[in-house]
């Protein structure tokens, strides 16, 4: 008996360690720091999934990307952005996009005959004026 009640406060506390994303954001709230819409991505052979991102003008984006079977690129030449993407790593692409619109993405590491075709659509939808 007296081993659980000891193991109890032991858990909570791990679990507080272990989680300090979740806090973090709690406490981001907490002081009014703008939302961050994040998203997450693969990289394949020859495809990012999903192929179609849509976002709101203005609001912090944070992609999170992982390629999964090799080294590929994330490029949006319209709004400066291009990373390289490591195999069986997250790679983080922040920004703000600040005018509405579509925007293409696409890899920029050759990666083999259809590389070319390695590409998707970036949604900008305008803020909302109504509020
Ligand atoms: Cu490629």
């Known amino acids: 008996m007296r081993k659980v009640v000891l193991k109890l406060p032991l858990a909570m506390l791990l679990f507080s360690v272990l989680v300090p994303g979740g806090l973090l954001a709690a406490q981001e709230e907490q002081a ?31 992609l999170v990307i992982m390629a999964l079977d090799r080294r590929h690129g994330f490029e949006i030449k319209a709004l400066g952005i291009n990373s390289v993407l490591e195999k069986g790593k997250e790679t983080v692409v922040e920004f703000v996009p600040k005018r509405a619109g ?5 890899c920029s590491v050759r990666c083999g005959w ?18």
């Not at 939302?35 to 999903?50: G, L, S």
């Not at 579509?102 to 696409?106: A, D, P, V």
């Not at 970036?122 to 509020?131: G, K, M, S, W």
């Open 102 to 106: 579509k925007f293409q993405f696409k």
């Open 114 to 131: 259809l590389h070319f075709w390695m590409k998707g659509k970036l949604i900008v939808e305008p803020a909302d004026t109504n509020d």
């Open 32 to 62: 009014g720091e703008p939302a961050v819409h994040e998203i997450r991505m693969t990289a394949k052979t020859y495809e990012f999934n999903p192929k179609e991102v849509r976002v709101k003008q203005g609001e912090r984006v944070r």
